[in-house]
């Protein structure tokens, strides 16, 4: 792709030399085309020469850096925007996601960081650079081509909707997502685009639609003259009633800009509502906004700033604890809270990427396509599920594919425990590993190795010296007891076998036994 524009804007000049030497120094096809010591001035200079990147300080006089950032938000929201600051706290970092700002540095810059940011601005650049053009319907009598090929160019005024099908599409996400908004969104079984958009009211305008990026992005232009007014309200309303009656249970998001706008400017708001439809999208809920309500509206992380508090507070003392089953328990309730609070799609896809951080530092995963596969498919679940509990199941199973090692390894202790205990307790009445095994819900197999395990020995074995030693105390605390009236205390039914038992036991015969006590005792 070509060369990198920069415009960098600093209030102090030699902060401000030192920030475009570095940048030129460091990161290569890159141009700093212009420089800035407030935030006025960069905003001109963004207007005037349309940077690719721009870099500025937090704290700048007549415009900070975060409401330049909210400016550029609206002009141009594919301007890329770092925010430099000086201090590391990174609560200027959570007031400046609220207006799209994905990326802040401290200063001194470092490299390695410095280099990290630009690399993925340039893959977001490439992605964008490789898009194809859209594909674009038009009702029979819409006469908006090119601009040259109009013959009512200047005459005509237009609205601009954008509706986002689904959920918003996660990056994370399969790559048959594409696939399954074309077959549904176009495909045989598609939207009806001509019956949806043919006949709307306010003397029926005419319009265009124009596929987005990805495709169950939809943006919609009407087409009327200059200063007919249209009651958007009422139009959006016919438009969800008819993609309700004819594709039930689609769910889908819209976005409209309420007053007319130029030719010109038809591009820059459909990009300004898409980012709106970005920022507020809230997974499996359907809503309709107003561009002009909307922009203004800082985008809320007070549940993104509670759900990273339960994290460092609760996640890393599970952890520490070893208690994975509380553990699992806490991140579903994490998930289930934010859910249920509305939170945003782009608020959750943070939440989510901070859990998987915070596991696969912790836990050592040998197999990383596996890992790589329940993500995907947690993403592409986000992307288009209708209900909040699809969204749900796909974070358990992502989450339990992670812990399933330390889960096990849980289960297996309370196993053991559980066991061990029944079997202390209930050892005279205990004739078989597949009673054991029966009442815990075991597998026959399972309980017998476990047992093997903890004891060494097999559980008939275990039971028969607990049987045997229980014999033996009985004798000694009362000797005059028959040996059958032991055998019975014990759990045998036949004193026969009782006796040939205790004599591969102890060396000697019940009786034998109790002779030996009762000389000892005189």
Not at 56 to 81: C, F, Q, T, W, Y
Not at 289 to 307: K, Q
Not at 371 to 376: G, H, L, R
Request: net charge negative; with cysteine; glycine share 4%.
């Amino acid at each position: 792709m070509a060369r990198l524009r920069i415009v960098v804007a600093e209030d102090e000049q030699r902060i401000l030399s030192s920030i475009v030497s570095k940048i030129e120094r460091t990161v290569e096809d890159c141009e700093v085309i212009a420089t800035a010591n407030d935030g006025e001035k960069a905003l001109e200079l963004v207007e005037k020469y349309h940077p690719h990147v721009i870099f500025s300080d937090i704290k700048m006089p007549k415009m900070d850096g975060i409401e330049l950032a909210r400016e550029l938000r609206k002009k141009a929201p594919d301007i890329h925007v770092v925010l430099l600051s000086g201090y590391s706290d990174f609560s200027f970092a959570r007031q400046a996601m609220r207006y799209g700002v994905s990326y802040y540095l401290v200063k001194p810059l470092v490299e390695e960081d410095l280099l990290e940011v630009i690399e993925e601005i340039r893959a977001k650049l490439e992605e964008s650079r490789r898009r194809s053009f859209p594909q674009v319907r038009m009702s029979g009598r819409n006469s908006m081509q090119t601009a040259a090929q109009e013959p009512t160019a200047g005459k005509n005024g237009y609205y601009v909707l954008g509706i986002c099908f689904y959920n918003l599409c996660c990056s994370g996400a399969s790559e048959s997502l594409g696939e399954f908004y074309t077959a549904s969104l176009d495909g045989g079984g598609g939207v009806k685009w001509e019956e949806i958009l043919e006949d709307l009211p306010s003397e029926s305008p005419e319009w265009m639609i124009a596929d987005g990026n990805p495709c169950n992005f939809k943006n919609i232009v009407l087409t009327t003259p200059i200063g007919q007014q249209l009651d958007m309200e009422e139009i959006v309303s016919v438009l969800s009633a008819r993609i309700h009656t004819r594709h039930p249970g689609m769910k889908f998001n819209l976005c409209y800009r309420e007053k007319q706008v130029k030719r010109e400017d038809i591009w820059n708001y459909t990009h300004r509502i898409r980012n709106l439809l970005e920022t507020w999208v809230v997974p499996a809920e359907e809503q309709v906004f107003v561009l002009e309500n909307m922009e203004s509206v800082p985008a809320e992380m007070e549940l993104y700033d509670a759900a990273s508090l339960r994290l460092q507070n609760n996640i890393k003392v599970l952890f520490k604890m070893d208690n994975y089953n509380i553990l699992l328990e806490e991140l579903m309730n994490i998930m289930s809270y934010v859910l249920e609070c509305g939170c945003t799609q782009k608020q959750l896809v943070k939440i989510v990427h901070d859990i998987y951080k915070m596991l696969e530092s912790s836990l050592h995963v040998e197999d990383q396509a596996a890992a790589a596969k329940v993500k995907e498919k947690f993403y592409t679940t986000l992307s288009i599920a209708g209900e909040s509990r699809e969204i749900q199941n796909a974070f358990s199973e992502s989450v339990t594919f992670y812990l399933q090692d330390r889960l096990d390894r849980s289960t297996s202790q309370k196993a053991r425990e559980e066991v061990m205990e029944y079997v202390d307790k209930n050892f005279m009445v205990i004739n078989s590993v597949e009673e054991v095994a029966e009442k815990f819900n075991y597998n026959y197999t399972y309980v017998s190795r476990l047992f093997r395990e903890m004891k060494g020995v097999s559980m008939i074995k275990y039971l028969t010296e607990k049987r045997i030693g229980a014999a033996q105390k009985i004798m000694k605390e009362k000797p005059n007891l028959s040996v059958n009236h032991v055998c019975n205390m014990v759990g045998y039914t036949d004193q026969h076998y009782f006796s040939r038992v205790f004599k591969a036991s102890t060396g000697m015969s019940p009786k034998e036994y109790r002779k030996k006590v009762i000389v000892d005792i005189k």
